[in-house]
């Protein structure tokens, strides 16, 4: 069997951020999918926007489930925290991560079949309650390590390799995000490195439940005439709402726009969201009307992608339960045991 493994020495000439990391400290090892997979596009955007965020990979803590999908997290941050969970139980791993330590940025890395089918109640609770993290999908329409079967969100009468017609009703991913709660819902396109790249860092300051489905065409399996999750047909039928540009509070705010085709959208952190209105009527803070062009577009078999919806002062669960802000196994005995007069008032609350 052979391995290959990446030299542990770069040129000393990188090209470092303000911290002093280059690219390739916010790489993992060598990807083992198929050469041209959507996939490893996804993390070269993971990679790009961490990167350009400047922060340390050891403040994040990837999470995934199983599939094609859920091997990506091996692929990019090397150095940060990571878990691989159960077949669709990585938001629970995320929720109970989150509560106990509030100091890491969560990343979970999943796929429609670790989302849309065994792990959707998973995926459902974890946007209507908020849990502060950023969750991509990496979305194909197949499974991938069985040979191709559809997916719950292959469209309806779209065609597998070899040839038979899907006959199953999709499942909306964004749609189901934006009516679950989730306060940030983006869809993107592996081939389109620039959109992606800002949504994720933009999802990464957003406080709160932020949901990214990306469309990753299945090179093996999905990559054909007749599929509609497939480089061609995306780029065929893909309708961006919006150019979005991520602006760190520290970078200065440009006017070089006519009036009314740009939004400035001010996050709690003090950053901005910058979108370039592609349609001008289109409104990322009405969820209803955003719910109602999604449904006007997915009937023409259109590809609806930039950030569809956001809350701009979002409140996540830890700060809704009023979670300690330190980390649970850093509270010495006082802290966490405070004694029966505490528990006297609690109970007299209760009465």
């Known amino acids: 069997m052979t391995y290959i493994v990446k030299p542990k020495l770069h040129h000393p000439k990188l090209k470092q951020n303000a911290l002093g ?3 390739r400290d916010y790489e993992g090892k060598v990807s083992t999918l198929c050469a041209g997979c959507g996939h490893d596009s996804i993390s070269a955007a993971l990679i790009q926007a961490f990167f350009e965020l400047d922060l340390e990979p050891h403040r994040v803590a990837k999470l995934s489930g199983i599939g094609c999908s859920s091997k990506t997290p091996d692929y990019f941050l090397g150095q940060s925290h990571g878990f691989n969970s159960v077949h669709g139980r990585m938001p629970s791993v ?5 509560l106990a330590n509030r100091d890491l940025i969560y990343l979970g890395v999943s796929g429609d079949g670790d989302s849309a089918s065994i792990g959707l109640g998973q995926l459902a ?5 908020g849990v502060n993290m950023v969750y991509i999908v990496e979305n194909n329409g197949v499974y991938g390590l069985t040979k191709g079967q559809f997916s719950a969100t292959a469209d309806k009468g779209s065609k597998s390799k070899k040839g038979a ?9 964004v749609s189901l995000a934006i009516i679950m709660g989730a306060t940030f819902v983006a869809r993107s396109f592996s081939g389109d490195k620039q959109q992606l790249v800002h949504l994720i860092k933009a999802a990464i300051e957003h406080k709160g439940a932020a949901f990214i489905d990306c469309i990753s065409p299945c090179v093996a399996f999905n990559n054909h005439p007749g599929s509609t999750k497939s ?5 065929e039928h893909n309708e961006a709402v919006n150019a979005i540009e991520f602006i760190e509070s520290k970078a200065p705010i440009k006017a070089d726009y006519e009036p009314g085709t740009v939004a400035l959208v001010r996050q709690h952190d003090g950053t901005y969201l910058k979108l370039k209105k592609l349609h001008t009527d289109y409104d990322p803070t009405d969820k209803t ?14 590809v609806v992608t930039g950030l569809l919806h956001v809350e701009p002062e979002a409140e996540d669960l830890c700060g809704r339960m009023n979670v300690a802000k ?7 005995e006082a802290e966490l045991c405070p004694g029966s007069s505490a528990l006297a008032k609690i109970n007299a609350e209760l009465r």
Do not use: W
């Open 289 to 302: 009307a955003a719910l109602a062009y999604l449904m006007a577009h997915q009937a023409k078999g259109e």
């Open 326 to 332: 330190a980390p649970l196994n850093s509270l010495n």
């Open 231 to 235: 480089f061609d047909y995306v780029r």
């Open 165 to 173: 017609g899907n006959q199953d009703a999709p499942i909306d991913l």
């Open 94 to 98: 995320a929720t109970g991560a989150s």
């Open 125 to 129: 609770h974890c946007l209507r309650r």
């Open 21 to 23: 990391f280059t690219h």
